[in-house]
């Protein structure tokens, strides 16, 4: 039997939040309690989400604070700039600063079909929580799209993924801050990123180059979607960067997809961090912004890679662990019962 995390918010805020463009908020994603230091509750048939979504409604970020974790420019020549070397491209917030990244499988975010498998509205087929500290390595956790959720007042289980269409970033933002246990007001922000996106950073990049351990081939008439992608050292321009992190195998299932996205991000990582691309990244990230649903500014964006990508250490990858499945084919899954707790410690 799957274990099923069971999303106790009221039916009247659930729909709010359906008809609501809100955002996750600073002060709270979760209102009414702060995440427990514990972690996610495991105890008994149901994990519960108490109040999700809550928190939801009304999600504006006040300036103050931002003011207070991203401190103004100083308008005297940064210590870089006095020893000859590149600018950063803004100040670092004063404290980690948590994002969700959200995949989605629509090709673009006013599609009216994601144009995948079951087609429909758009699913969220990648969450990453990325931790962005001034004074730490940045920190990505890989939550499973395919852990079991209900929703209250239904009877069906459903993927946490597929709770993106019924109430976009802020709902799948409660439901994973519930999950990881985060604390209060996190995760700050959130992007959408959908494959055309995807497409047009790996291109403004010039490509990724990756090593493929194999060939990867597959082929879908219903999607006029193919995978053809052959092994061995190469850049990889963005619509193959898309076919890498879309391929799914049978045996590895959602996990393989997970490690290659992780790859993906790694490749990323380097590409963004060479100096050629560095001073270009503004100009890269106005022209994504059109295909992005963020509420991240331009300045906070900058802000959080001159963060992230300006540490000596590595990134720190980790993915919450899932249970074996009880029988072959089994779509959802739930968490590991040997999960450590928390989840996502706030230091590794």
Avoid: H
Wanted: aromatic content about 4%; charged content about 20%.
């Amino acid at each position: 039997m799957v274990e099923v995390l069971n999303l106790s918010a009221t039916a009247p805020t659930l729909n709010k939040l359906r008809q609501s463009e809100g955002i996750p908020q600073v002060n709270s994603v979760v209102a009414g309690k702060s995440a427990s230091p514990e972690g996610p509750r495991r105890g008994g048939p149901w994990k519960l989400l108490a109040g999700l979504g809550l928190g939801a409604l009304g999600m504006v970020a006040s300036v103050g604070l931002i003011d207070r974790l991203w401190p103004q420019q100083d308008q005297g020549l940064s210590r870089e700039e006095q020893n000859g070397e590149a600018a950063p491209l803004a100040s670092p917030p004063s404290r980690p600063i948590t994002v969700l990244l959200i995949g989605s499988d629509a090709d673009r975010l006013a599609a009216a079909s994601n144009g995948a498998a079951p087609a429909g509205a758009a699913n969220s087929d990648t969450l990453m929580l990325l931790r962005v500290d001034p004074a730490g390595p940045l920190q990505v956790l890989a939550i499973p799209t395919e852990l079991a959720v209900k929703l209250p007042g239904q009877t069906n289980v459903q993927p946490l993924g597929s709770l993106y269409k019924q109430g976009g970033a802020a709902l799948s933002a409660g439901a994973v801050a519930e999950l990881v246990g985060l604390d209060s007001g996190q995760p700050e922000r959130y992007v959408v990123l959908p494959r055309s996106a995807l497409r047009e950073l790996v291109d403004g990049l010039g490509g990724l180059e990756a090593n493929l351990d194999q060939p990867l081939s597959y082929k879908d008439k219903s999607q006029a979607f193919s995978i053809d992608l052959q092994g061995g050292l190469q850049r990889l321009k963005g619509a193959q960067v898309e076919q890498l992190v879309r391929y799914r195998n049978k045996d590895q299932g959602e996990a393989g997809r997970r490690d290659r996205q992780e790859k993906v991000v790694g490749l990323l990582v380097n590409e963004l961090t060479r100096p050629d691309q560095w001073a270009q990244l503004p100009e890269r990230w106005q022209r994504l912004t059109s295909q992005l649903d963020t509420n991240l500014t331009q300045e906070e964006a900058l802000s959080l890679v001159t963060a992230g990508l300006s540490q000596d250490k590595p990134v720190r990858y980790s993915q919450v662990p899932l249970e074996a499945p009880s029988k072959p084919g089994q779509t959802l899954r739930q968490i590991s019962a040997k999960a450590p707790t928390p989840l996502w410690p706030a230091k590794p």
